[in-house]
């Protein structure tokens, strides 16, 4: 028996809803158990000394910018600009930086230059991103076989947990490594100085 055919004679994409982003997002969205399980509060210590407390322009929320960094990694989003976008439109992303529906999104030249006045030539950036993984992976929220260690081989250790964290420090080095290279090609298109990273390389003990 065939059914009938309708139509959606009602276009409703203009009509004005009373709601929040946190209606619009799953109870059971991975934001919500990354919210839950994560405390990001401990970035504000550590980067204190990098932003001014009296003068000087608004800056974006540096725990709002390692969550952005965080969208990426834990989503696979390939690139930054590209996650800056996806969080434009995505509800359960601004949830998770705790934006709402008219909060305007950070500009990816934007992102660039705050990483890169904060975090240039110190290891800031890897502190801060280790700790978010060991507080991911202790939250079974990242499955350590899974993580990606850039092609090279980590010897096993006896003592397990030394061995999973000489893997996400390898981990925080790869990711940096590919968001400073994005960056750099940014910087060059405009004109800019490119970041120094081989000071980098050293921040984290092997």
Same mark, same amino acid.
């Given at each position: ?11 409703? @994409? ?17 934001? @919500? ?9 401990? #970035? ?6 990098? +932003? ?7 800056? #974006? ?15 696979? #989003? ?14 359960? +992303? ?22 890169? @006045? ?5 290891? #800031? ?37 030394? +061995? ?8 925080? @080095? ?33």
């Amino acid at each position: 028996m065939l059914s009938l055919l309708t139509t959606n004679n009602s276009d409703k @994409r203009t009509q004005v809803e009373i709601t929040s982003i946190d209606q619009l997002v799953p109870k059971d969205h991975l934001v @919500r158990k990354l919210d839950a399980c994560i405390d990001f509060s401990f #970035i504000y210590d550590l980067v204190k000394d990098k +932003y001014s407390t009296e003068t000087g322009r608004p800056s #974006i929320d540096p725990v709002v910018l390692f969550k952005i960094v965080f969208i990426q990694y834990i989503f696979g #989003i390939k690139s930054m600009r590209q996650t800056i976008s996806e969080i434009e439109t995505n509800m359960a +992303y601004r949830w998770f930086l705790g934006y709402g529906l008219n909060d305007k999104i950070p500009h990816f030249t934007t992102f660039g230059k705050k990483y890169v @006045r904060r975090f240039k030539d110190t290891d #800031i950036f890897e502190k801060i991103f280790l700790c978010i993984l060991e507080q991911a992976q202790d939250a079974g929220l990242i499955n350590k076989d899974a993580v990606f260690i850039d092609s090279t081989h980590v010897k096993a250790n006896a003592n397990k947990n030394k +061995y999973n964290k000489v893997k996400l420090e390898k981990e925080v @080095r790869s990711y940096q490594e590919l968001l400073d290279k994005e960056i750099n090609e940014d910087r060059q298109v405009h004109g800019k100085k490119p970041l120094d990273v081989s000071k980098k390389k050293q921040n984290i003990k092997k």
